[in-house]
């Protein structure tokens, strides 16, 4: 997957995945080329920030439960509801490692690609195959995650997202500020409203808000705050799957809900992306703790 020279703090993994593995003064961190996902990172001194599954499935070409799957080029089933995988091809496809630098403060500044060449065409026959993703992940205190689209010949129609689950302390004890005054597609009644105020957890949640707003992450059982801002993204996903949806997902344990939320930031139904010929987009979040 990589000839590229690894410095300090930066190690080749081969199992349970092929990835690596970031250790550094500032941070600790594992991304798998399966998905380029971002299974772990855990800033110097503090609870690891995203959650993963103790269950997750560990193997190429299945998608990983927690941590940053990579949401493109459909979100859920897609817009027709039949899509496979779920939430796209990127999650589930083999990225290269293309860069990987630690700077003088223990930062890891990482960089990973997708040659759409390279992607089994039958994954998503509609797309025409000269794209090209790249992760661009800069780990330290602070996490700073963007996906990069850049689309060849062809222009190119496609949703996209980060879809992070965050660690907290205790759902229950959580709250999510930033979305006061939004509107919300709820994904679980089909029908629309206005949030009020935080975002608070009783039950199963599964919404789609329009807002470009940082959000935080209140948590106060570990007393702390999750800084969420974002670029390139025109809604955010909030999900948690509460008792009865995670006693029927298989990489989910019984009482997992109680310890995650997913807070994502995406492109999704109305808010497509289009991208002209030879042209590129962007969508990032820069998570920190304050
Ligand atoms: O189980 P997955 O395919 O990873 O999806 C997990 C969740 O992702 C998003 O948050 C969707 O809004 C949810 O409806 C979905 O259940």
């Given at each position: 997957?990589t ?12 199992a349970p995945?092929?990835g690596?593995?970031?250790?550094t003064?500032?941070a ?10 971002i299974?772990?990172?855990t800033?110097?001194g ?6 993963l599954s ?5 193997e ?19 817009d027709?509801?039949q ?13 290269n490692?293309l860069?990987?630098k630690?700077?003088?403060a223990?930062?890891?500044n ?7 060449a390279?992607?089994?065409p ?8 000269d794209y090209r993703?790249?992760?661009h992940?800069s780990m330290?205190?602070?996490?700073i995650?963007?996906?990069?689209v850049?689309?060849?010949?062809s ?5 996209d ?5 965050f ?11 930033g979305l ?5 597609s709820?994904r679980?009644t ?10 608070s957890?009783?039950g199963?949640?599964?919404?789609i ?5 940082t959000?935080?992450?209140i948590?106060?059982?570990w ?10 993204s ?5 999900w ?6 995670a ?8 009482d997992?809900?109680q310890?995650?939320?997913c807070a994502?930031?995406?492109?999704v ?12 987009h ?5 998570i920190?703790?304050?």
């Open positions: 997957m000839d590229i020279e690894l410095p300090e703090g930066i190690t080749l993994l081969d995945l092929a690596i593995k970031v250790d003064p500032a600790t961190g594992v991304i798998y080329f399966n998905g380029a996902h299974a772990a990172w800033p110097a503090q609870h690891p920030v995203l959650w103790d269950q997750a499935i560990l190429p070409g299945k998608a990983i439960r927690g941590g940053i799957p990579l949401l493109w080029p459909w979100f859920g089933a897609g027709d509801g899509h496979t995988p779920m939430h796209g091809i990127a999650r589930v496809s083999t990225w490692l860069r990987a630690v700077s003088p223990g930062t890891a990482i960089v990973l690609g997708l040659d759409g390279a992607v089994d039958g994954l998503a026959p509609d797309l025409p195959r993703l790249e992760l992940i330290g205190k602070t996490l995650v963007q996906l990069v850049f689309a060849g010949d222009e190119l129609f496609f949703e997202g980060l879809h992070s689950y660690a907290v302390g205790d759902i229950h004890k959580t709250r999510i500020e006061d005054g939004a509107a919300y709820d679980l089909d029908g629309c409203a206005t949030q009020q105020g935080a975002v957890f009783e199963e949640t599964d919404r808000y329009e807002s470009r707003e959000l935080r992450i948590d106060d059982e007393n702390r705050t999750l800084l969420i801002e974002k670029v390139g025109a809604q955010s996903v909030i948690n799957p509460w008792i009865a949806k006693a029927a997902t298989p990489d989910l344990g019984d997992d809900w310890e995650f939320v994502e930031a995406v492109n139904r109305d808010q497509s992306v289009n991208v002209e010929p030879g042209g590129r962007l969508i990032s979040q820069t920190s703790i304050i």
